[in-house]
Nanobody, 122 residues
Framework: VQLQASGGGLVQTGGSLRLSCAAS????????MGWFRQAPGKEREFVAG????????YYADSVKGRFAISRDNAKNTVNLQMSGLKPEDTAVYYC????????????????WGQGTQVTVSS
C-alpha cells in the first residue's frame, strides 16, 4: 500500500485547511485509515481515524468538533477537513493505513505516507 498526503500549509488562527491522502496498491487489506501528527519535541499523536468502509469515525478529544475525517470511495482517498485551527495544531501531519481494527495506536499502522506540514500562526 502506498499513501500520498497533500494539502498542508500556513494558515492563521481560526482558519481552515483540508488534507488529503490517496491510497494505492493492495488497498483491499486496509481496515482503518488514520491521521496522526507530530510537533517538534513531542510524540506522534492520533488525530482522527476512519474505517476503510467509511462508516465509523474517531477523533482525539483535542480536535473533536473542529476536524472532520471522510473517505472518497471512488478515489481511494481519505480527507481531513480542519477548521478552527489553533497554534497548538501546528505539526507535521501523517496519514496511515492499518490492517488492524484499532484506530488510535500508531504502532499498529502498517503503512505511512510522507508528512505534510501544517503551521497555524497566532
Amino acid at each position: 500500500v502506498q499513501l500520498q498526503a497533500s494539502g498542508g500549509g500556513l494558515v492563521q488562527t481560526g482558519g481552515s485547511l483540508r488534507l488529503s491522502c490517496a491510497a494505492s496498491g493492495r488497498t483491499f487489506s486496509i481496515y482503518v485509515m488514520g491521521w496522526f501528527r507530530q510537533a517538534p519535541g513531542k510524540e506522534r499523536e492520533f488525530v482522527a481515524g476512519i474505517s476503510w468502509a467509511g462508516s465509523s469515525t474517531y477523533y482525539a478529544d483535542s480536535v473533536k468538533g473542529r476536524f472532520a475525517i471522510s473517505r472518497d470511495n471512488a478515489k481511494n482517498t481519505v480527507n481531513l477537513q480542519m477548521s478552527g485551527l489553533k497554534p497548538e495544531d501546528t505539526a507535521v501531519y501523517y496519514c496511515a493505513a492499518s490492517t488492524y481494527n484499532r484506530v488510535d495506536a500508531a504502532k499498529l499502522y502498517d503503512y505511512w505516507g510522507q508528512g505534510t506540514q501544517v503551521t497555524v500562526s497566532s
